[in-house]
């Protein structure tokens, strides 16, 4: 019968203070790189609602003469929903 692991992780300080649940026993001691200073998260630009500018450079572009064909077309090909 084998026994899980446990894994333990702190400072070596907090480690140690588990020296004598773990002698006698073989462990795997693995040193993690030290955390990153806590940088501030990415600065994320306030929400601006669409001001509709970009469709202002199309204003009054429109040079086609089909209008009504095209809204028949929409008429005449749309079907009934189906529920």
């Not at 070596?12 to 020296?19: G, K, L, N, P, R």
Request: aromatic share 8%.
């Amino acid at each position: 019968m084998t026994s899980q692991p446990i894994e333990l992780e702190g400072t070596w300080e907090e480690i140690v203070a588990h020296a004598a649940e773990l002698a006698g026993r073989r462990v795997r001691v693995i040193v993690l790189p030290d955390k990153p200073k806590s940088s501030p998260p990415e600065a994320v630009p306030p929400f601006r609602p669409p001001s509709g500018r970009s469709l202002l450079r199309h204003a009054g572009t429109w040079a086609g003469e089909d209008f009504e064909d095209c809204l028949d077309l929409v008429y005449n090909t749309r079907s009934e929903i189906e529920f």
